[in-house]
């Protein structure tokens, strides 16, 4: 008999045992919709951001890349671009095979492979990881942050969305039923809210976003910003210094120019 139980209304798991099968790869988008709150304005905000971070010639990848809409998405935004080539790396089999039927892009291609089995993101200008790191373990998630930073070009970014712990048990309470009333209000019954938390237990460990904020700061980024948060939920942007950095943060040089800006109207851009 099976043990399987429901968690959506068309997936069901096995308790401790979440995987991305080919049950969960073909509901993933309505499902994952239904399970995080801001995800649709995750992704927009990802397209809009990449307006300033790819350019001719850029190579993306994206790590935990599930059925590809974020690179297909991208790739329709940037397909006037010259040369601009989009890498999914996913273990799921069933998840690359709804990419690669879902993306018709030639710049993109799908990689099926453990992340952590990839030494050198060659080339890369940005990296995404959209709600991925919170399934590794955690003695992986240092050395994969510091091979995504030493593989950027200077002045590359990741893009970071998580599930987070509060810094707080009283904080973690009341986010983890403010989260439930979000999935109840989507669909999901009770009973279901609490088979996919069964699920995945000993599968997804979330860390505070402190914690991820020194994950990426030890790893050598910069000017690291949350730019999205939704109670335990949370996107991250981090930036690889450029060796002009430095000297065009400096305030003297602000400072001069926003004396020389007097007097010429509005300041641009």
Not at 79 to 89: C, P, S
Not at 153 to 179: C, F, V
Request: contains cysteine; hydrophobic residues 40%; charged residues 30%.
């Amino acid at each position: 008999m099976s043990n399987r139980v429901k968690v959506d209304g068309l997936i069901t798991s096995v308790p401790g045992q979440w995987k991305f099968d080919e049950e969960v790869a073909r509901h993933f988008d309505e499902h994952v919709r239904k399970s995080i709150p801001l995800y649709e304005e995750l992704q927009s905000m990802v397209i809009e951001m990449s307006e300033w971070l790819i350019t001719d010639g850029s190579v993306v990848y994206d790590i935990g890349s599930s059925t590809g809409e974020t690179l297909n998405r991208l790739a329709d935004k940037h397909a006037g671009k010259l040369d601009v080539r989009f890498v999914g790396v996913e273990t799921s089999e069933a998840m690359v095979k709804s990419a690669r039927a879902k993306c018709e892009s030639p710049a993109v291609r799908f990689v099926q492979k453990n992340v952590m089995e990839i030494e050198r993101f060659e080339g890369a200008d940005l990296v995404l990881s959209l709600y991925t790191f919170q399934f590794l373990p955690l003695k992986h998630r240092s050395v994969l942050m510091k091979r995504i930073y030493d593989a950027l070009s200077p002045g590359g970014a990741l893009i970071l969305a998580e599930k987070i712990q509060a810094e707080s048990p009283r904080l973690e309470d009341m986010w983890m039923e403010l989260h439930w009333d979000f999935k109840r209000r989507r669909g999901l019954t009770d009973e279901m809210i609490l088979q996919k938390a069964r699920s995945l237990r000993g599968v997804m460990f979330p860390l505070t976003l402190s914690r991820n904020v020194e994950l990426l700061e030890s790893a050598g980024f910069s000017d690291t910003e949350v730019f999205l948060k939704w109670h335990n939920f949370a996107g991250m942007i981090a930036f690889k210094r450029r060796a002009d950095d430095e000297t065009r943060d400096r305030p003297d040089r602000l400072i001069r120019r926003i004396s020389t800006s007097r007097g010429r109207g509005p300041l641009k851009g």
